[in-house]
């Protein structure tokens, strides 16, 4: 394996730390105690269309999408996608900025790779371009959904339309107020064999019968603009048009669109943990206790010692998922998808944990970005799988790998 960046690949790396530099880094202060005002719950702050302005005009613009996608793709592969990636997870909010943000990243590719032209005109155009935001639909509260074959929404036909009843949550973006569709989840023959009971459909926000129930808080945060909605769904009906791919494919659909959703987390925590890592390394540096820098202090030498090398660790893994995904496809990558899945995130929120304890006060404040990546990292645990599911489809496999020898 060749983890050795091309030309290419550091020269957008300078190009978006040096973005980062001269325009994110100086807001998130800015940021913060925007969406921290209650006044403006669902408004986004009025700098963001400024800066994925500046972004788009210097290139650094859907840089997630696969080169296999054509016209529409950069041209990047996802081992180059990494190291950016994890340049943007160093501040939690600001893949939106190139455009690289969930869960637009995600729906975007499941219009490229199996959306129909009138649908890729309709919805894939704006969400490439930045204009609109969307939601994904699949998580239910009434079900364990860690299982996807246990949902109950229901997509009915009936004639020209399909009908949808059913209730949704933590439906991330729902709350955006550019968010404008929805890619929902629901089963179309309950009766069929078990995976191919379920189909994804176009769901226009503003569609009759779809309601907002309430925004659901992650630790006590809105992550407004954004947003996590519950959404309850009665007598819906769209046409027949806005099925995607054909019925009885949206468990497929799924597969196809979690595993590049996965790996693109684990290579933003990555990002937020070397974050902490040097924010802890900075600070540890100016504070002096009982009469010697804390840095001195042999218990904070063996937490930055083991941060480092589980971040590099979690960094090569993801490395190596990103290879095999570009190699493979999502298939042949599944295994060291699940790694990293069940790696990166318990990695970042450790590191972060450590970067908190070593700030004492400061690091559980809103003056440093510490406890925001904790809570992605913790989030993301659950997230796009439960680290259970994973580590039980790991396991399975391995064991059958072996027994096949």
Request: contains cysteine.
């Amino acid at each position: 394996m060749n983890f050795e960046h091309s030309e290419k690949v550091l020269n957008l790396m300078q190009q978006v730390d040096d973005f980062m530099q001269e325009h994110i880094y100086p807001r998130e202060e800015e940021y913060v105690n925007f969406v921290s005002d209650q006044d403006n719950r669902w408004v986004v702050p009025p700098f963001i269309e400024e800066l994925k302005e500046k972004a788009r005009a210097a290139g650094l613009w859907n840089l997630f999408l696969p080169e296999e996608y054509g016209e529409l793709s950069p041209g990047l592969t996802n081992l180059e996608y990494a190291p950016l990636a994890e340049l943007m997870g160093r501040v939690t909010w600001c893949s939106e900025v190139f455009n690289c943000g969930a869960p637009d990243t995600g729906n975007m590719e499941v219009l490229a790779r199996y959306g129909t032209p009138a649908q890729k005109e309709e919805w894939l155009v704006p969400l490439m371009d930045g204009k609109i935001r969307s939601a994904f639909l699949m998580t239910e509260p009434q079900v364990a959904s860690s299982d996807a074959t246990n949902i109950e929404c229901s997509i009915v036909r009936d004639g020209d339309v399909y009908v949808i009843n059913g209730r949704k949550w933590w439906s991330t973006g729902a709350y955006d107020p550019r968010c404008e569709l929805f890619i929902l989840m629901g089963k179309t023959d309950p009766n069929a064999s078990r995976h191919v009971q379920q189909s994804m459909v176009i769901v226009p926000r503003n569609t009759p019968g779809v309601t907002l129930v309430r925004p659901l808080m992650v630790f006590g945060s809105a992550h407004s603009p954004n947003g996590h909605g519950e959404i309850l769904l009665e007598n819906v009906r769209v046409p027949v048009e806005n099925l995607i791919l054909g019925e009885g494919r949206g468990f497929e659909i799924a597969q196809g669109r979690l595993g590049p959703g996965r790996i693109h987390h684990c290579m933003r925590l990555i990002g937020g943990a070397q974050r902490c890592l040097d924010l802890m390394c900075k600070r540890v540096d100016q504070r002096v206790a009982f009469g010697r820098k804390i840095s001195s202090q042999s218990s904070i030498r063996a937490d930055i010692a083991k941060s480092r090398c589980e971040i590099e660790q979690a960094r090569l893994l993801t490395l190596s998922a990103a290879d095999n995904l570009d190699r493979y496809g999502n298939k042949g990558a599944k295994d060291l998808i699940a790694m990293i899945k069940i790696v990166a995130p318990q990695m970042c929120q450790t590191v972060a944990d450590r970067a908190i304890q070593a700030h004492g006060g400061m690091g559980v404040s809103q003056d440093l970005p510490l406890t925001e990546i904790f809570a992605y990292a913790r989030f993301v645990r659950i997230a796009d799988g439960p680290d259970e599911v994973h580590m039980s489809q790991l396991a399975k496999s391995t064991i059958g790998t072996t027994l096949s020898k």
